[in-house]
């Protein structure tokens, strides 16, 4: 379920994982594939959720649902900041998710970036290399074409992993690499993702925001804090606030009917 905004609405419920290759027909030759390297996925399993294979139906129509809504947003989203009010929300499987679903147009380039500096995950849920990744390329150590790779699996569907975990990861936000890198990829990506620390746990998060043209914030009602996520919906800019995505919710969430 997202609210907070009138125009994005929607109920997000994943449970099943996909384990084949997603390969639409009549795929259009990108570009960015001869620039930079490709990114050979473990097979998907039980830790990985991908719903599009049509084994999870409901999940796979509620994500593009959330791709909808993203597109026909009143202004463009190019880069979309996915955080949570704390960790174990669910706000990297999102990420994913989302991303997954909007490289589902055949029209659409999309990069999902680890920003999550602490806690990366992303590379070990997808089964590829996690370096070199932001941190390399903010330290300067490589260029982006260098870190971004294709992911095999996923058709227009490009990754950032997070790099080398730095000793001081807002000291890399923290300078003009990051807004310049950010500038640079938005002419080659219609659309960027960006897996994030929870809400102003961390200076980075921040850093990352002010880079973003929205935000979607990742709750659970069976593990978010009630305090922590009216926090966080205090702490995000009101006009960045896409919408909030309700994460792993009952089928009956928001729905059953009052029994009085």
Partial sequence: MVENNPGFDCEVVVREPVNEKFTPAGL???PLQEQVRLL???PLSEDLIFPFQGNEPRAAEQYRIIRTKLLLYPRPLRIIGISSPQVGDGKSLTALNVAGA???KLDQSVLLVDGDFRRASLAEMLGVPGTPGLANVLA???CWTEAVGRLDRIPNLYFLPAGRRPEHPAELYDTPAWPELCAD???HFRSIIVDMPPVG????YDLIQAVCDGMILVVRPDHTSRALCL???D???PDKLAGVVVNVAPVWFLTKRNSH
């Fill in 28 to 30: 259009q030759a990108d």
């Fill in 40 to 42: 050979e996925m473990r």
């Fill in 102 to 104: 909007l490289a589902l």
């Fill in 140 to 142: 300067g150590e490589c």
């Fill in 185 to 187: 990829l938005r002419r």
């Fill in 201 to 204: 746990m961390v200076a980075d």
């Fill in 231 to 233: 926090k966080a919906l």
């Fill in 235 to 237: 702490t995000v800019p």
